[in-house]
């Protein structure tokens, strides 16, 4: 059973950064993409990065490109989301993911994620 589990959520300034771990537990899969979605009040949850856990393949959506960086430390089982530049508009839920029926590419468009984190609150203050 894989268990994720996120940190790094808090009350952040636009214009500021912030960087979020989530912690993979469970994890006996060699090439399974780990992502991260996020959901903002009154909206649809929606695809943010994913990252390869083997290899270097990564995907973003285009509101982050080239703000946000995906990573990994496969030593401590953990993702990491590294937030620059954030708006208002990043304020959300961020949910960590994985699914071992996906590619890195393709996670983004999965209607049905298999294991899920709690999730973490960024809020962004203009």
């Known amino acids: 059973q894989v268990q994720l589990v996120e940190s790094g959520g808090e009350l952040v300034q636009a214009g500021g950064s912030l960087k979020l771990s989530c912690v993979a537990y469970?994890?006996?899969?060699?090439?399974?993409?780990l992502g991260w979605f996020r959901q903002a009040p009154g909206k649809e949850r929606e695809f943010v990065a994913a990252?390869?856990?083997?290899?270097?393949?990564?995907a973003y959506a285009d509101s982050v490109k080239g703000r946000f960086a995906i990573s990994k430390d496969k030593a401590k089982n953990t993702v990491y989301l590294e937030m620059n530049s954030l708006t208002p508009e990043d304020t959300a839920i961020y949910y960590c993911?994985?699914?071992?029926?996906?590619?890195?590419?393709?996670?983004?468009?999965?209607?049905?994620?298999?294991?899920w984190g709690q999730g973490t609150q960024v809020t962004v203050s203009s």
């Open positions: 990252i390869a856990w083997t290899g270097s393949s990564t």
């Open positions: 469970g994890m006996y899969w060699n090439n399974i993409p």
């Open positions: 993911a994985a699914d071992p029926h996906t590619t890195t590419q393709e996670m983004g468009r999965m209607t049905n994620i298999m294991y």
